[in-house]
């Protein structure tokens, strides 16, 4: 049974900090990972996917694989109150369509 | 622009009395899916179809049925909602499966179920 473990939060992060968000799975064979925003009775956004170890960054996000450790982090730079909002991890093996979620961190940004 | 829709967007119903949430999506995606999202939980897969390939999860209850009439729609039929089944049932879209890229879903806006 793959598990996608989030600290459920709440985080809370200074307006124009760095919010690191971390999430570790236990199925070696995940292959695609994804990080989804989700604000409170919305749903949830595609913000960012990540496919090999190392950084990958868009605009003021990075996401960050580190396969052998078995651990994926969101960094969300110059943080916005705007970016308040449950952060969903989320991975997929390659050629199974099922995503596994972990179950979100809460962030709040504090002007 | 390309994307996924569903309606309604809010659903009230009563207990028994059957229900269906449809979803359309203009990206031309192969895979459509349906999750329920309960309060402060991660979204739960009910069903897939990849193209006409219906997949049920094998913890979906009886209760919930889907179709796909063609690549743009698809419908969750809930035949006799209880208290329990109020939740956010939301659909997404995939372009395919087995490819890094195409494998990255797109969620529509939610239907927001009330079992009264």
């Known amino acids: 049974q793959k598990e996608v473990e989030q600290n459920s939060g709440p985080l809370s992060v200074p307006e124009g900090a760095i919010a690191s968000l971390n999430c570790t799975y236990s199925?070696?064979?995940?292959?695609?990972f994804f990080w989804y925003r989700q604000y409170s009775g919305k749903s949830p956004e595609l913000i960012m996917s990540i496919y090999s170890n190392g950084d990958k960054e868009d605009g003021r996000f990075t996401a960050q694989l580190n396969k052998a450790s078995q651990y994926v982090s969101l960094l969300i730079r110059d943080s916005q109150p705007s970016d308040s909002a449950t952060y969903l991890c989320a991975v997929i093996d390659f050629g199974n369509e099922k995503l596994t979620f972990g179950t979100g961190t809460r962030l709040t940004i504090i002007p | 622009d390309a994307m996924v829709i569903q309606n309604p967007r809010y659903q009230v119903t009563q207990f028994g009395k059957p229900v269906t949430l449809s979803c359309s999506q203009t990206?031309?995606?192969?895979?459509m899916y349906w999750y329920q999202q309960k309060s402060s939980q991660a979204p739960k897969l009910l069903f897939h179809y990849y193209d006409k390939d219906f997949n049920n999860e094998a913890d979906t209850p009886d209760n919930f049925q889907s179709r796909r009439p063609n690549t743009s729609f698809c419908f969750l039929d809930i035949r006799s909602p209880g208290l329990g089944d109020a939740a956010m049932y939301l659909c997404?879209?995939?372009?395919?499966?087995?490819?890094?890229?195409?494998?990255?879903?797109?969620f529509g806006p939610g239907t927001r179920l009330t079992v009264l």
């Open positions: 997404a879209t995939s372009r395919d499966i087995g490819d890094r890229r195409g494998n990255e879903q797109f």
């Open positions: 990206l031309n995606h192969n895979v």
């Open positions: 199925d070696r064979v995940s292959q695609s």
